[in-house]
Antibody, heavy 123, light 111 residues
Framework: EVQVVESGGRLVQPGGSLRLSCAAS????????MNWVRQAPGKGLEWVSV???????NYADSVKGRFTISRDNSNNTLILQMNSLRVEDTAVYYC?????????????????WGQGTMVTVSS | QSALTQPAAVSGSPGLSITISCTGT?????????VSWYQQHPGEAPKLMIF???NRPSGVSDRFSGSKSGNTASLTISGLQAEDEADYYC???????????FGGGTKLTVL
């Protein structure tokens, strides 16, 4: 079964750091487009970052310079390193795999979502 | 890049059809055929319902359909059922930042 499971979310003070992990099963993170999407409490969805299969990355302006997306191929895990956290970073963070059929992929359609991990930034 | 514009709420009776609009610009919806729609029930992760404007992933009911005209995309749900009651989000690839932009979400109530 294709699935992703996030972990690492917790309460952290403003200015602090946090490392989120996303364990993938049923597919390889290194061969897929992998994203982080967040949802603040009671709010809508916000795209955060992507790592393409070739290794290039992209970030929303709101997190650029503070967050770093990477992957651990040996453990088939996607990682989000979050530094200089702000109160407005409080959200459920979802790890998401882009859609792929047997014949093609749609890199900007988010098909496989984890259950999310809650990050709370508060003093 | 501003969020895409969706109505905050729509409602419909069982068996009937509803359409949710999603309006963007030439930098997102109008410029690319990379519009997706997601369904989210309370306390759950979103589920992909439509990708690339009008394509359904395997397992999604054919009661769900998508279309696009100019800078506006639409999601139509026909034969409304109680389990369709949820929040719906549109998204689009963009030529700027962020790479993908979401709409603010639409709460669907099945009367």
């Amino acid at each position: 079964e294709v699935q992703v499971v996030e972990s690492g979310g917790r309460l952290v003070q403003p200015g602090g750091s946090l490392r989120l992990s996303c364990a993938a099963s049923g597919f390889s993170v290194s061969y897929n487009y992998m994203n982080w999407v967040r949802q603040a409490p009671g709010k809508g969805l916000e795209w955060v970052s992507v790592m393409f299969s070739g290794g290039s990355t992209n970030y929303a302006d709101s997190v650029k310079g503070r967050f770093t997306i990477s992957r651990d191929n040996s453990n088939n895990t996607l990682i989000l390193q979050m530094n200089s956290l702000r109160v407005e970073d409080t959200a459920v963070y979802y790890c998401v795999k882009a859609y792929c059929s047997t014949s093609s992929c749609s890199p900007h359609a988010f098909a496989i979502w984890g259950q999310g991990t809650m990050v709370t930034v508060s003093s | 890049q501003s969020a895409l514009t969706q109505p905050a709420a729509v409602s419909g009776s069982p068996g009937l059809s509803i359409t949710i609009s999603c309006t963007g610009t030439t930098s997102d919806i109008g410029g690319y055929n990379y519009v997706s729609w997601y369904q989210q029930h309370p306390g759950e992760a979103p589920k992909l319902m439509i990708f690339d404007v009008s394509n359904r992933p395997s397992g999604v009911s054919d009661r769900f359909s998508g279309s696009k005209s100019g800078n506006t995309a639409s999601l139509t749900i026909s034969g409304l059922q109680a389990e369709d009651e949820a929040d719906y989000y549109c998204s689009s690839f963009t030529s700027g930042n962020p790479l993908v932009v979401f709409g603010g979400g639409t709460k669907l109530t099945v009367l």
